[in-house]
């Protein structure tokens, strides 16, 4: 037998993969919406998961029993009395499930809601007792699941409250004192208002420890369980129905697309919230005003839950190689609306990159200005017109691509173009090698010209300064940092292999865009090795 628990910190929340390794059969119980995790666990130990089963409809987080069933095709398992808005597989109470040798038995439990059941797992069918039991919001480790979540649904917490003290009594409490218990939640759930840090106990360790269990009858039972429990977030009650209905998918390696100052101000206009995920001290130095920080590196989803409108347009602000995380941990509580991130590190659009790379090189020219004299003048003039010239080049590459593809370029549309059409790839290499400041090409010669007139930049021509090595330094620092944003769209030309759709053929390149390009990447290579000419024009 294998039985795995997944315990999500953030959420406090526990699910499940019980298999058996004679059959290769596996059943996930109460899964998150990514589900990545669940499916290269069963894939490693040789696993097919051919069932999802949900211990009731969740109101803390969004269940990902329809992320699950699209990607292996496993039924959706509820008990019974379970009434959800798509396709599932009834569970009746005390029916059992032969996954080979391990047998997992389907116990109704109603109280923490209607639907409640738990999951009785046997390692062998013959066994004298069970291994233990998924309890889900029925029983926790030291408190019991709160009945008065679906007052709002027309459901009594008395009477819910009524019924879970029959089902920890009658149908959990007979069980043998050895059983293991795996509950739903640990502390910091609010899903109850006691639950123990522990994430595993037995039903012999409840049946002495737990304050509930131990009450005497039902009546104090029912006044003590109604009685000071935490205020639900607000985002509770839009989970419970999500979980019910047949909602939208999750793709949780999508990361959100970055977006521009002027896309973060039409998604304000239109309503749209900013969620800042930094560290409150990163916060407090600058943020968007009007932005609301929730750190990342806390219970980020429930607290964005407790204060967003759940029908609102989110936008991120988190550090670079988190946005894929904060989408997906505000996905796991039904926040879908993500419309994007506040950033360019992973932007993937190649315009925007390259419009951010104008800006970075733009700044440059001021190592050169800042000379004051006529070499720095020189140098100036110099880098902006060897720049014109790899930007227009690259630009001209993307204008191609765009469209062949009738839509704006991903860096992934260029994956295989060393392969499918080498003249592209070498052009673009040129392009991007120049812009990067890389020898010999005219983007090195440029940015040396400009270093090289602020390092010699003489006292007469400005008394407070002596030659600006600081700013220099600054800038090769600047530099090499670029290299990263380069090289991210080099490896798609000269390393990636192709994809399916994605590569330009060589018919779609015109003969007049093919002519326009080479002659801009030969100048950039001809200003590199033989720069005099212009420079001596220019100091002219």
Same mark, same amino acid.
């Given at each position: 037998m294998i039985l795995t628990q997944y315990y999500l910190d953030c959420l406090s929340q526990a699910s499940y993969l019980v298999g058996d390794e004679s059959t290769g059969r596996a059943v996930v119980v109460d899964p998150r919406r990514d589900v990545g995790e669940y499916l290269a666990d069963a894939g490693a130990q040789g696993l097919t998961i051919e069932l999802v089963v949900e211990t009731h409809f969740h109101a803390d987080f969004l269940s990902g029993h329809l992320e699950m069933a699209a990607a292996t095709g496993a039924e959706i398992g509820y008990s019974s009395v379970a009434t959800p808005d798509f396709p599932f597989r009834p569970l009746g109470?005390?029916?059992?499930?032969?996954?080979?040798?391990?047998?997992?038995?389907?116990?109704?439990?109603?109280?923490?809601?209607?639907?409640?059941m738990s999951i009785v797992v046997w390692e062998r069918a013959e066994d004298p007792e069970p291994y233990a039991v998924l309890t889900g919001?029925?029983?926790?480790?030291?408190?019991?699941?709160?009945?008065?979540?679906?007052?709002?649904?027309?459901?009594?917490?008395?009477?819910?409250?009524?019924?879970?003290?029959?089902?920890?009594?009658?149908?959990?409490?007979?069980?043998?004192?050895?059983?293991?218990?795996?509950?739903?939640?640990?502390?910091?759930?609010?899903?109850?208002?006691?639950?123990?840090?522990?994430?595993?106990?037995?039903?012999?360790d409840q049946r002495r420890t737990n304050y509930a269990v131990?009450?005497?009858?039902?009546?104090?039972?029912?006044?003590?369980?109604?009685?000071g429990q935490p205020t639900?977030?607000?985002?509770?009650?839009?989970?419970?129905?999500?979980?019910?209905?047949?909602?939208?998918?999750l793709d949780e390696d999508e990361p959100p697309a970055g977006l521009l100052l002027a896309d973060l101000d039409a998604a304000v206009q239109g309503g749209a919230v900013v969620v800042d995920g930094r560290d409150p001290e990163e916060f407090a130095r600058g943020h968007v005003v009007g932005s609301i920080n929730i750190g990342l590196n806390g219970r980020y989803a429930e607290f964005a839950g407790s204060i967003l409108p759940v029908d609102?347009?989110?936008?991120?602000?988190?550090?670079?190689?988190?946005?894929?995380?904060?989408?997906?941990?505000?996905?796991?509580?039904? #926040?879908?609306? &993500? %419309?994007?991130?506040?950033? @360019?590190?992973?932007?993937?659009?190649?315009?925007?990159? =390259?419009? +951010? !790379?104008?800006?970075?090189?733009?700044?440059?020219? #001021?190592?050169? &200005? %800042?000379?004051?004299?006529? @070499?720095?003048?020189?140098?100036?003039?110099?880098?902006? =017109?060897? +720049? !014109?010239?790899?930007?227009?080049?690259?630009?001209?590459?993307?204008? &191609?691509?765009?469209?062949?593809?009738?839509?704006?370029?991903?860096?992934?549309?260029?994956?295989?173009?060393?392969?499918?059409?080498?003249?592209?790839?070498?052009?673009?290499?040129?392009?991007?090698?120049?812009?990067?400041?890389?020898?010999?090409?005219?983007?090195?010669?440029?940015?040396?010209?400009?270093?090289?007139?602020?390092i010699g930049a003489a006292p007469e021509a400005a008394s407070w300064h002596d030659g600006f090595y600081w700013l220099v330094a600054f800038a090769l620092i600047m530099s090499v940092v670029s290299l990263y944003y380069y090289l991210r769209v080099l490896k798609a030309?000269?390393?990636?292999?192709?994809?399916?759709?994605a590569a330009i053929a060589p018919s779609k390149i015109g003969w007049a865009a093919g002519v326009t390009l080479c002659v801009l990447a030969l100048a950039v290579v001809a200003l590199g090795l033989w720069p005099e000419p212009l420079l001596g024009l220019l100091r002219n």
């Open positions: 109470d005390g029916e059992r499930l032969d996954l080979g040798e391990v047998v997992l038995e389907f116990r109704h439990t109603p109280g923490h809601t209607p639907e409640s919001d029925t029983l926790f480790i030291g408190d019991v699941g709160r009945p008065d979540l679906l007052s709002s649904f027309g459901h009594s917490r008395e009477d819910l409250a009524g019924s879970l003290y029959d089902s920890l009594h009658n149908r959990l409490m007979s069980l043998p004192d050895a059983t293991r218990v795996f509950p739903g939640h640990g502390a910091g759930s609010a899903c109850g208002k006691n639950l123990s840090t522990e994430t595993s106990s037995t039903i012999g131990k009450l005497p009858d039902k009546e104090t039972f029912i006044g003590l369980i109604t009685e639900a977030p607000e985002y509770f009650s839009h989970d419970a129905v999500l979980n019910r209905s047949d909602h939208a998918l609102a347009d989110i936008v991120l602000v988190v550090d670079p190689g988190s946005e894929l995380e904060a989408k997906n941990r505000l996905a796991r509580i039904g #926040l879908d609306r &993500v %419309v994007g991130n506040l950033g @360019a590190l992973r932007q993937t659009n190649l315009k925007r990159l =390259l419009a +951010y !790379s104008a800006i970075a090189n733009a700044g440059y020219l #001021l190592v050169g &200005v %800042v000379a004051f004299s006529a @070499a720095g003048n020189t140098s100036v003039i110099f880098y902006i =017109l060897v +720049y !014109s010239l790899a930007s227009l080049g690259a630009f001209g590459v993307v204008a &191609v691509l765009t469209d062949t593809l009738g839509r704006d370029a991903e860096i992934n549309d260029f994956n295989g173009c060393w392969k499918t059409t080498p003249g592209l790839a070498v052009a673009f290499l040129i392009f991007v090698l120049s812009l990067a400041g890389i020898p010999p090409l005219a983007g090195f010669l440029g940015k040396f010209y400009l270093f090289f007139a602020a030309f000269l390393v990636a292999p192709a994809d399916d759709g």
